[in-house]
């Protein structure tokens, strides 16, 4: 019999409805572990799980001002290794930030909208399968 590793993806985001919508969205994915956080700094503490992917909200400050945000948190992710890939979302993105973050490879976007979870299984099947 064969057995699989579960791969993990963690969830990052100070917005709880959004955040358990997400999981809610993924909670179908086979032989994947979901793990939730409010901040980023409480993902960091579990970066030694190793996650394959992140979904990170860009904007992590808006319950808790001196939280650190997303923008903050990609640097750390990025010296990780291995590196994950991360999903930023995020209900305000401007061309320049899509722009700065296609220079690296593991990292993409969704918009939050009303219809915006419906990308989010593709994308994350995406995400794992470059993991």
Do not use: W
């Not at 969205?25 to 980023?40: C, D, P, Q």
Request: hydrophobic share 35%; proline share 3%; net charge neutral.
């Amino acid at each position: 019999m064969k057995t699989f590793n579960k791969k993990t993806v963690f969830i990052v985001d100070d917005d709880v409805v959004y955040l358990e919508i997400m999981k809610h969205e993924l909670r179908n994915l086979e032989e994947v572990k979901i793990e939730t956080f409010s901040s980023a700094e409480s993902c960091l503490e579990q970066m030694y799980k190793e996650p394959q992917v992140i979904i990170l909200d860009y904007y992590l400050d808006s319950v808790n001002k001196n939280n650190m945000t997303g923008h903050k948190a990609l640097e750390f992710f990025q010296g990780e290794n291995p590196r994950p890939q991360i999903l930023f979302i995020s209900s305000k993105i401007n061309r320049g930030l899509l722009e700065e973050y296609q220079k690296y490879r593991n990292v993409d976007f969704i918009i939050k909208t009303p219809d915006g979870s419906r990308y989010l299984l593709s994308k994350v099947k995406k995400l794992l399968r470059a993991a």
